[in-house]
């Protein structure tokens, strides 16, 4: 069974929406990743969160790590067309930072 | 700044052929993982390296063999390529093992296996 889950699998919104993609782990969490990644291309890192209850933002982007939940989640504001691709979350369940990733969440942002 | 560095950016081998895909981490980045993704997948964890030697191991075929370079560079090898094996590989770099530091991936090398 998948390690973790994302959800939706993929999303559309409209140019200018907000938007909240989830990500859930079956185990702890050493350590959250979120990237993005347009198709087959590389993964572009966006942010790592470590701590429960820590939150980090980059320009419209923010995320959050509920440690409890084993659960992080991706908020973005006024999305744009730019936002538009595959974000992915990446975990370190092991403590020795290799990533398991969940499935991956296709964006499309309409104008 | 400096990115990982890959090479080369797409590879077409035929089966039973042998390929070598270069990975150059970020400057003083230590740590080097490769991952596997298959299309429609996300990426599977390979093996990595923290100084020059293994460090973790997932999984990754018999057929292939990484090692990193005193310059921190790593090669993946893959020998006796199947049809399977047509994938995008990244590499990713972090610093002192991981522990806690961000990891960087590269831009991937698309294999194909014809």
């Known amino acids: 069974s998948q390690e973790l889950e994302q959800s939706p699998q993929s999303l559309i919104v409209q140019e200018g929406k907000n938007l909240t993609i989830n990500c859930t782990s079956s185990?702890?969490?050493?350590?959250l990743y979120w990237y993005k990644q347009k198709y087959g291309e590389g993964l572009i890192f966006l942010m790592m969160?470590?701590?429960?209850?820590e939150e980090k933002s980059h320009e419209k982007i923010t995320a959050k790590l509920d440690e409890k939940k084993q659960q992080s989640s991706l908020h973005i504001t006024a999305s744009q067309p730019s936002h538009a691709g595959i974000y992915l979350c990446?975990?370190?369940?092991?403590?020795?930072?290799?990533?398991?990733f969940g499935t991956g969440t296709r964006l499309l942002v309409s104008p | 700044a400096a990115g990982v560095i890959q090479s080369p950016r797409h590879l077409i081998k035929e089966k039973r052929e042998t390929a070598t895909l270069k990975c150059y981490p970020i400057?003083?980045?230590?740590?080097v993982y490769w991952y596997q993704q298959g299309p429609g997948q996300d990426p599977q964890f390979l093996i990595s390296f923290y100084e020059k030697m293994q460090s973790d191991k997932g999984s990754i075929p018999d057929r292939f063999s990484a090692q990193q370079f005193s310059d921190y560079h790593s090669e993946l090898n893959m020998s006796s390529l199947e049809l399977g094996d047509s994938a995008l590989y990244f590499c990713?770099?972090?610093?002192?093992?991981?522990?806690?530091?961000?990891?960087?991936f590269g831009p991937g090398t698309r294999l194909t296996v014809t």
């Open positions: 969160l470590q701590k429960g209850g």
């Open positions: 185990k702890t969490l050493y350590g």
């Open positions: 400057p003083r980045h230590d740590t």
């Open positions: 990446g975990a370190d369940v092991v403590g020795f930072q290799k990533l398991v």
């Open positions: 990713a770099s972090s610093l002192e093992g991981g522990q806690g530091n961000e990891q960087y």
